[in-house]
């Protein structure tokens, strides 16, 4: 498999804190991989970086491309999308026309057309997402229509509508309920296999652990870890680090018969 992503000592700093302490993190065509770790690790600013919302040292690749120097929009157009701790969605807009403001780049002449009344084009790209995601049925409601876990849903949705080479999204679950984080993580799984590389970031360790082919776990800015979540899972330095002493015991032993690891972390 070659890589979509490639960050090499990635590195940030504010003033004389390391934020990011030389990450390795690589992502491959169709893989979900998870960034972990406890609040302060660094892993939402790890993706601010390669996004290019903040300065960092090192090198970042996009299809084998430098991203260096580029600014957020020049990022995005090359293909690298990214969703926020905070779904902001226009609420005076259908579900379909958020996706469609997201992927649609009209030509100088489609916009002088809509400034004269005319109707926008459909956006293709805004259905599929719609359909991966099992959320045809919502294109024409109002987010404020909608449930926290559909809102989310709805977020990913925009981002995936821009058809980026990698998808970032920075805590999809928080907030949402078991059932909803179940849910989120069955469609997720649903948007990897379907080709599109994403680099996942949450504290819900049942969502990271189920659905993810690769995992790296943050301490303080630095990788201690990385691996199949089966390895991650019985890693030494991250039950000490993150997962407390609870993730080593067998799923069996719980006595509701939930894996300890199923929960979310602190």
């Known amino acids: 498999m070659s890589a979509v992503l490639s960050a090499t000592n990635v590195s940030v700093r504010f003033g004389g804190v390391r934020a990011v302490n030389d990450v390795d993190l690589d992502v491959q065509e169709g893989q979900l991989v998870g960034l972990i770790g406890s609040n302060g690790a660094g892993k939402t600013t790890f993706v601010d970086a390669i996004t290019g919302f903040v300065g960092y040292s090192g090198r970042v690749e996009l299809d084998g491309h430098d991203l260096g120097g580029l600014p957020p929009h020049a990022r995005a ?3 690298l999308a990214r969703t926020w701790q905070s779904t902001e969605l226009f609420d005076d807009l ?24 005319r109707r926008a084009p459909a956006v293709p790209a805004a259905d599929a997402a719609l359909e991966l995601l ?13 449930t926290q876990g559909q809102r989310k849903l709805v977020g990913v949705a925009r981002a995936i509508a821009t058809e980026p080479r990698l998808l970032c999204l920075d805590e999809p ?6 059932h909803e984080s179940d849910e989120l993580g069955r469609r997720l799984r649903r948007v990897a296999d379907s080709g599109t590389s994403t680099l ?11 659905i993810c082919d690769h995992i790296v776990v943050l301490e303080f800015g630095k990788v201690i870890a990385a691996g199949p979540p089966q390895a991650i899972r019985r890693d030494q330095k991250v039950i000490a680090a993150y997962l407390g002493s609870a993730a080593a015991e067998p799923p069996g032993d719980d006595p509701a018969g939930r894996d300890p690891t199923g929960t979310e972390a602190p």
């Open 77 to 79: 157009r090359r293909g």
């Open 200 to 210: 996942l970031i949450d504290h819900d360790m049942g969502l990271v652990l189920n």
């Open 173 to 178: 679950a928080a907030g949402l309920d078991a």
């Open 94 to 117: 259908t579900v379909r026309e958020n996706l469609a403001v997201a992927a649609q780049r009209p030509s100088p002449l489609e916009l002088v057309a809509e400034l004269f009344g």
């Open 134 to 146: 099992e959320l045809d049925w919502a294109a024409d409601a109002r987010p404020g229509d909608l």
